[in-house]
C-alpha cells in the first residue's frame, strides 16, 4: 500500500529556506504528479506546486518566484524549497499524490503534514 | 481572498440534509474543469470527499454527493452526523493562474 512519509526543518528564521522531502512508500513515481499544499494556522489550503518523474514543474504564480521543487526518482522522493521565507509562511505543508486526467485531477493520497513555523 | 467562493459556515441538525456551495469562474469551473471536495477533521490531513464533481472514492458514504453546474459546483451532505462536523473545502483548475485553486473552506456544525 503506497503511502507518504515528509520530513523537515519545523523552525526557520525569517530568510532562511525552507526544506521539506516527502518519500513515497510503495510506488516507483510513475503516472503521477506530485504535489506541495500548505495551510497557514486557522485557514485554508494552497497550492504551492507539482512535479512528475522526468521532473516537469508547475507552480502557483504567487509563489514561483521563491519555489523549486526537485524529485530524485532513485529514492522514490521528491523536495520542496522554498527561498526567502517570512513569518507569512508559517504553515503546515503537505505532500500530496495527484490522480486522474492532466488539470483534471485530484489529491487522494496525501502526507502525514510539517509544521513549518518561521519566527525571530 | 480565494479563487473558489464558498461560505464561512453551515449547520444543520442530525439527520437534516445540508448543502456547500462553491462559487468560480469562466476559468476555473466555467472553463469545464472539475471540481474536488475534500473533508478536513481537526488537526488531519485533507480527506478526498469527491473528484470528477459527482465521484466517491471507494470507503466515502453514499450521504455525500457532489455536483456541477455553470461555474458553480456543490456538495450535499444528506442524513447529517455528528461524524460530519468538518471544514470543506473545494478545488479545481484555474486557466488564467496555470494552477489548481480551493477555496477558502466552510465549517459544518452538527447542532
Known amino acids: 500500500q503506497v503511502h507518504l512519509q515528509q520530513w523537515g526543518a519545523g523552525l526557520l528564521k525569517p530568510a532562511e529556506t525552507l526544506t521539506l522531502t516527502c518519500a513515497v512508500n510503495?510506488?516507483?513515481?510513475?503516472?503521477?504528479?506530485w504535489n506541495w499544499i500548505r495551510q497557514p494556522p486557522g485557514k485554508g489550503l494552497e497550492w504551492i506546486g507539482d512535479?512528475?518523474?522526468?521532473?516537469?514543474?508547475n507552480y502557483n504564480p504567487s509563489l514561483k518566484s521563491r519555489v523549486t521543487i526537485s524529485v530524485d526518482t532513485s529514492k522514490t522522493q521528491f523536495s520542496l524549497k522554498l527561498s526567502s521565507v517570512t513569518a507569512a509562511d508559517t504553515a503546515v505543508y503537505y505532500c500530496?499524490?495527484?490522480?486522474?486526467?492532466?488539470?483534471?485531477?485530484?489529491?487522494?493520497?496525501w502526507g502525514q503534514g510539517s509544521l513549518v513555523t518561521v519566527s525571530s | 481572498q480565494s479563487v473558489l467562493t464558498q461560505p464561512p459556515s453551515v449547520s444543520g441538525a442530525p439527520g437534516q440534509r445540508v448543502t456547500i456551495s462553491c462559487t468560480g469562474t469562466?476559468?476555473?469551473?466555467?472553463?469545464?474543469?472539475?471540481v474536488q471536495w475534500y473533508q478536513q477533521l481537526p488537526g488531519t490531513a485533507p480527506k478526498l470527499l469527491i473528484y470528477?464533481?459527482?465521484n466517491r472514492p471507494s470507503g466515502v458514504p453514499d450521504r455525500f454527493s457532489g455536483s456541477k453546474s455553470a461555474t458553480s459546483a456543490s456538495l450535499a451532505i444528506t442524513g447529517l452526523q455528528a461524524e460530519d462536523e468538518a471544514d470543506y473545502y473545494c478545488?479545481?483548475?484555474?486557466?488564467?493562474?496555470?494552477?489548481?485553486?480551493f477555496g477558502a473552506g466552510t465549517k459544518v456544525t452538527v447542532l
Open positions: 478545488q479545481s483548475y484555474d486557466s488564467s493562474l496555470s494552477g489548481y485553486v
Open positions: 510503495g510506488d516507483s513515481l510513475s503516472s503521477y504528479y
Open positions: 512535479i512528475n518523474r522526468d521532473g516537469s514543474t
Open positions: 469562466s476559468s476555473n469551473i466555467g472553463a469545464g474543469y472539475d
Open positions: 500530496a499524490r495527484s490522480e486522474g486526467l492532466r488539470f483534471f485531477d485530484w489529491l487522494y493520497l
Open positions: 470528477g464533481n459527482r
